[in-house]
């Protein structure tokens, strides 16, 4: 069977690739640590779960509006305006099936061959894909350890050129954790005006941020018709399965999403988003019980990664991830995780996964127990004291 050649395009996640390979370890009778999957181990809360099966109850199984339920736009919109500085009507709102839908229709309605796209690296794979995929090119702005995994907001001015259609910023981001600063988002901001060049920020872990309150870019005056928020339920409810995630947009954007869910997926499952419904009006306790967890396991892990030889870790500012610096291994990305993994049956992630800017690096997810970290750090500084010998 003849392939369209658009499918070599495409990339993929590596979590998924290695989550196999750690369940074919499984398999053959060994105890894998999995750190590779970028998902909250909690249940979704209770309340959630009850709303989501009163739905099914009350007959939301069918077809619906392709950019969402009328109520569930007007509490994304609500949520929106509460906590970004933004006033958002609810025609504005996209609801998807998953949040990757709105990163994925953003880069298919403004890239076309010919033009650039501005992208972090280390970052979210789909966001290089999609651009490829799109025929436009992928412009990376390397995010360094010096910077808290920030960008340099000169080199991105000098990445921006008359073709640039698109600038995506991930804060707090996958895979480094980082947390772009508040006159870093200001900067960006400044040029995304000054070039009138539309920005997609992913803010995906939104509430997943410790010490401090979270910044949006949306904070600074001018980016009303240039902005698209990308975020959704997965990481701060724990629906991952659940796949319900939206979009806030320029109005006159909304037509053509609308076009995209008709031609891809119809729309969103009803059921799902009275439950996305009960997640935003209900009690969000469990939001904060969750992010305390993670809090106590980033230090943990931070921590241990730091007292392993040829190891250090920065203390990342978000997400569940940490995003340890291993150049002192003097082996490749790859090399180490694939060691951890066979040899020490810890499930993680190269670097090199996340893009060029990302080798020398690996990608722990915390969202595991306590106990489970404890017992891969001890197989994580055994792999490392063996490929040191």
Known sequence: MNVANRMNLLGTESAFDVLVKAQGLEAQGHDV????????????PSHIVEAGKKALDDGYTHYGPPVGLPALR?????????????????DQVVVTPGAKPIMYYTIIALAQAGDEVIYPNPGFPIYESVIRFADATPVPVPLTEDRGFSLDVNQLRDLITDKTRLIIV???QNPTGGVVPESDLKAIAEVAVEHNIPVLSDEI???????DTFHSITAYDGLENLIFILDGFSKTYAMTGWRIGYGVMPSDLVP??????????????AFTQMA????????????????????????????????????????????????????????????????????GHVACLAGSDFGVYGEGYLRFSYANSIE??????????????????
């Open 74 to 90: 007007e509490a994304i919109a609500e949520e929106i305006n509460t906590t970004r500085n933004l006033s958002v009507h609810p």
């Open 205 to 211: 872990y939104s509430r997943l941020i410790y010490g």
């Open 256 to 269: 053509h999403f609308n076009r995209l869910m008709v031609n891809s997926n119809s729309c969103t499952a």
């Open 33 to 44: 640590v999995h750190l590779e999957i970028g998902e909250p181990d909690f249940d979704t």
């Open 372 to 389: 489970n970290i404890q017992k891969a750090l001890e197989r994580i500084a055994q792999c490392t004291a063996q490929l040191q010998t």
């Open 276 to 343: 996305a419904l009960a997640a935003l009006k209900g009690p969000q306790d469990s939001v904060d019980v969750m992010r305390e967890e993670f809090r106590k396991r980033r230090d943990i892990i931070v921590d241990g990664l730091n007292a392993i030889p040829g190891i250090t870790c920065p203390t990342p500012g978000g997400a569940f991830y940490a995003f340890p610096n291993i150049t002192g291994l003097n082996k490749s990305s790859q090399e180490v995780a694939d060691f951890i993994l066979n040899e």
């Open 170 to 172: 991930n804060s707090p």
